[in-house]
C-alpha cells in the first residue's frame, strides 16, 4: 500500500455531480465488516497545514453514518474531536458503531483511522423527521438585516490553488477598533456547481459540515489582528513579486486589511482545532449549491486556547446550523536572551 492514497484505485470523476459530492465520496468496505467505509479519492492538503482539511473528515464521518439510519432520519447534533493529524497520503477508515436505535432519535459514534490509530472521532444524533409533535416551541436567531449575497456576476479568485469544491465572497470584520470579544467576521460561501438530485438531503448535509470548518478557528487571529505567514510582514518586500502580490491578496480577502497595518502585530507560533460541533437545524432546508451566511465570533480566549461560535444562514435567512469550536491559539514567544555561562 506504499505510495497509495486511497484503498481503492478511484473512478472517473463523475460530471453529473458537484465537485464537493465527487471529493466527499465514500466506499463501501462490508467486505472486510459491517459499517466500514473509505475515502475514495485524495483528501485535501491545505498547503502549510499540519494535515489534510479538517473539514473533510468531518463530513465524510457524516455521510458515513447518515449511510447507516433509516431514511426518514436526519442528522440534529454532531460532536467530535480531532485527535491527530490526518495525513493525505495515507487511507482513511471509518468505521461507524450503531450506538442506539430509537424510535425518535439513534445514534452512530464514526472513529476515522490512519494506521490503526484514531485520528478523529465523533458522535452524532439523528432524529426522525416530524417527531415533535402538532404543536411546539419555536424560535430562531435571524439573520443580519445589513448583509447583501454576493452579485450574481461574482467570480471567485482562487487565491487558495484552486483546489476548493467552495467558493467564498471575502471576510468582513465588523466593529475593527472595538474589543475581541464584541468582533464578528462574516463570509458568504456556497458549494460550486450543482449537487446532484441523486445525492439527496444527505449531499448537501455533508458539504455543510464540510465548509464549518472554514476559517473558523481562524476567527480568533483575524478579531485579535495576528499575522499568520511564515516570514515577518515587514519582510513582504523580499519576496518575488508573485508571492508578495498573493499574500496581500490573501490578507485583505481574510479581512485583515493591508499588509503594511499588521507591521509589528503579534505573530501566530501554532493555531490548531481540537474539537468541534455542529447543531443542525433545519436540516431539509439546507441548499449548500446555494450562497449561505456565515457569522463568527469568539466569546474567550486565553492559556492558549480559543473558543469560537459560528451561525449559519441560508440566502433566505433561515438559520440552518450554529456551530462551536475550540482550538490552540500559540503565539511565537520572543526568544530569552542567551544567559552568560558561570
Not at 468531518?58 to 453514518?65: E, F, M, S, V
Not at 447518515?66 to 467530535?80: A, K, L, M, W
Not at 468505521?95 to 490509530?117: M, N, W
Not at 514567544?333 to 542567551?338: F, V
Request: aromatic share 8%; with cysteine.
Amino acid at each position: 500500500m506504499a505510495g497509495r492514497t486511497t484503498l481503492v484505485k478511484p473512478p472517473d470523476v463523475d460530471p453529473t455531480k458537484a465537485q464537493i459530492e465527487n471529493a466527499l465520496e465514500l466506499t463501501d468496505l462490508s467486505i472486510i465488516g459491517p459499517d466500514i467505509f473509505t475515502n475514495t479519492r485524495e483528501l485535501w492538503h491545505p498547503p502549510g497545514a499540519r494535515g489534510i482539511y479538517g473539514g473533510a473528515v468531518i463530513a465524510q464521518t457524516l455521510a458515513a453514518a447518515q449511510r447507516t439510519v433509516p431514511p426518514d432520519f436526519v442528522v440534529h447534533s454532531f460532536h467530535c474531536y480531532f485527535v491527530l493529524a490526518g495525513d493525505s497520503g495515507v487511507p482513511i477508515l471509518y468505521h461507524v458503531e450503531r450506538v442506539r436505535e430509537g424510535r425518535s432519535f439513534c445514534t452512530r459514534t464514526v472513529q476515522a483511522r490512519q494506521r490503526g490509530k484514531a485520528i478523529f472521532t465523533v458522535t452524532m444524533s439523528f432524529t426522525k423527521e416530524n417527531s415533535g409533535g402538532a404543536q411546539q416551541v419555536q424560535h430562531a436567531a435571524k439573520m443580519p438585516a445589513d448583509v447583501r449575497p454576493p452579485p450574481d456576476d461574482y467570480v471567485e479568485e482562487q487565491l487558495g490553488g484552486g483546489t476548493s469544491p467552495f467558493e467564498s465572497y471575502r471576510i468582513e470584520v465588523t466593529d475593527k477598533d472595538g474589543p475581541p470579544e464584541l468582533k464578528k467576521t462574516r463570509q458568504w460561501v456556497r458549494a460550486r456547481g450543482k449537487i446532484s438530485e441523486s445525492g439527496g438531503h444527505q449531499a448537501h448535509l455533508s458539504a455543510l459540515a464540510y465548509v464549518s470548518d472554514s476559517y473558523f478557528i481562524g476567527t480568533v487571529s483575524r478579531i485579535h489582528r495576528l499575522w499568520r505567514f511564515p516570514f515577518k510582514a515587514e519582510d513582504l518586500h523580499k519576496l518575488s513579486p508573485e508571492v508578495r502580490n498573493h499574500v496581500v491578496k490573501l490578507n485583505e480577502f481574510e479581512g485583515s486589511g493591508s499588509v503594511e497595518d499588521m507591521k509589528g502585530r503579534p505573530a501566530i507560533g501554532m493555531m490548531v482545532s481540537l474539537d468541534h460541533t455542529i447543531y443542525f437545524h433545519n436540516p431539509k432546508k439546507v441548499r449548500a449549491d446555494e450562497w449561505m451566511f456565515a457569522e463568527m465570533e469568539s466569546p474567550w480566549a486565553g492559556d492558549g486556547r480559543g473558543v469560537v461560535t459560528q451561525r449559519i444562514f441560508s440566502k433566505d435567512g433561515t438559520l440552518l446550523a450554529t456551530c462551536f469550536q475550540e482550538g490552540v491559539v500559540r503565539l511565537k514567544q520572543k526568544k530569552e536572551p542567551a544567559q552568560p555561562k558561570l
